[in-house]
């Protein structure tokens, strides 16, 4: 079994900033991937930002150059900042896990946290 914890979010002002941390835990063998997806009201999941076992990082358009991510390997943990915080970037938020539970490449399986809501107010 695998869980995703989260922690963070909750209610800024716009322009302010926010800190959302992940961290997996249960039978893990490898995490190739991992990172942050959200749903804001009316619209479809979309990638907030990821970052790969080998450091690579990937960004949603909407938050391009206001999100960073870091990883913690040791941890199996990630922890994304937001800053510069519009209404639009509320919803919720979701930890996402591209893992490995044994060696086996059959093992390989996507997995997601319950979510954690951000609420940026004018």
């Known amino acids: 079994q695998v869980d995703l914890v989260e922690s963070g979010g909750g209610r800024v002002q716009a322009g302010g900033s926010l800190n959302l941390s992940c961290t997996a835990s249960g039978s893990i063998f490898s995490i190739p991937d991992m990172g942050w997806y959200r749903q804001t009201p009316g619209n479809e999941r979309e990638l907030v930002a990821t970052?790969?076992?080998?450091?690579?990082?990937k960004l949603g358009d909407t938050v391009l150059e206001r999100a960073t991510i870091s990883a913690n390997k040791a941890e199996k943990s990630v922890l994304l900042r937001m800053n510069n915080l519009k209404p639009e970037d509320t919803g919720v938020y979701y930890c996402f896990a591209d893992l490995l539970t044994t060696w086996r490449i059959s093992s390989r399986g996507n997995y997601w946290g319950q979510g954690t809501q951000v609420t940026v107010s004018p």
């Open positions: 970052i790969t076992i080998d450091g690579r990082t």
